[in-house]
């Protein structure tokens, strides 16, 4: 309209149409006027007419979106898309992880009929059945991870009818919506996982004071760096979960008394024999994963009380408390994962040189070592996860010595024996 006015008046004026000029000069003088008059008093109508919003004004999702975007993530040809670590011919697609001649079937991981039995990972087709995780339309096929059918949606892992329950996982219609599992009554309690609004929406996981702002997960005092998950007294060095008295080491998950050695995951009362994980008394219960009365609790993982009550996941004495997961200075407890000095607090998971800030997991000082996550430049640049001194070549993961080649997982020196992962 304006610039039609505007055309109007010089071609009026052009036209020597004096009293079309003059009239209309009038008029709009008249209304600059009001429109100064009226700003006056409502000041914030300015943004009311097309004009656009302050800064403060953009959305969660639309910063998530750009962040995730930028870093390929979750977005085009990232991590969790096109050519990336979940889709196309990546990881978990394709010649991947998770399919062919992959990590959960063929000649995969634990081999024959996908990762611990029948059809899926837990049972039926899928992870937890149906639907789930690992089968049909669930995480690693169809529509993704994050869309669709995924895991987080439709007849995923985490809604519906999804992990534990009729109602999703921990709440509502599923992990990422409504009030899920980090929202109002969600993972932790009261205020949800991190904040407010749940993982991935409002004050969210990765927006607002949430998990990547702030005092969150991947800023200040995070998860991997200082004392946080992967140094000093953090869940894999020191006290923690893979060091000392942690998960890979002495009494920890690989070791000892841990998870896949002694009476742990993968030998005498494990998860993968005998009184295993899908089997009688296994990981959910008696002698499982990580304690006496099994994984998370009193009757173990989806027994009893569940996994985040009464004896649950979260409380008692069950994975994250007393003799727990990490006991004393458990995750969860105590001094644990929201509290004290655990995961994301105190000297938490991202101090300094963390995970998705200044030279983080996806460049630089990354998540597990000097260059990176597991070599040269990172998790997701330059010779990253998958490709050159990465994760998946050279001495990687999937090379040479590494976890699915040569004297790969299962075999040799693969990941539980000799040369492997561990």
Known sequence: LSLSLSLSVCLARSCSVGVVSRSFDVGDRETT??????????PRNNHQSGAPPPPRSYSCSFIVQRVAS????????????????????????????????????GEGLLAGEGLLAGEGLL????????EGLLAGEGLLAGEGLLA?????????????EGFLDGEGLLAGEGFLAGVGLLAGEGFLDGEGLLTGEGLLDGEGLLAGEGLLDGEGLLAAEGL??????????????????LAGEGLLAGEGLLAGEGLLAGEGLLDGEGLLAGEGLLAGEGLLA??????????????????GEGLLAGEGFLAGVGLLAGEGFLDGEGLLTGEGLLDGEGLLAGEGLLDGEGLLAAEGLLAGEGLLAGEGLLAGEGLLTGEGLLAGEGLLDGEGLLDGEGLLTGEGLLDGGGLLAGEGLL
């Open 33 to 42: 006027a009001r429109n100064k008059a009226d700003e006056k008093k409502n």
């Open 148 to 160: 669709g059918e995924g895991l987080f949606a439709g007849e995923g892992l985490l809604a519906g």
């Open 70 to 105: 930028s870093l390929c993530l979750l977005d085009g040809e990232g991590l969790l898309a096109g050519e990336g670590l979940l889709a196309g011919e990546g990881l978990l697609a394709g010649e991947g992880f998770l399919a062919g001649e992959g990590l959960l079937a």
């Open 224 to 241: 991997l760096a200082g004392e946080g998950l992967l140094a000093g007294e953090g869940l894999l060095a020191g006290e923690g979960l």
């Open 123 to 130: 049972a039926g087709e899928g992870l937890l059945a149906g």
């Open 286 to 303: 008696g002698e499982g994963l990580l304690a006496g009365e099994g994984l998370l609790a009193g009757e173990g993982f989806l027994d």
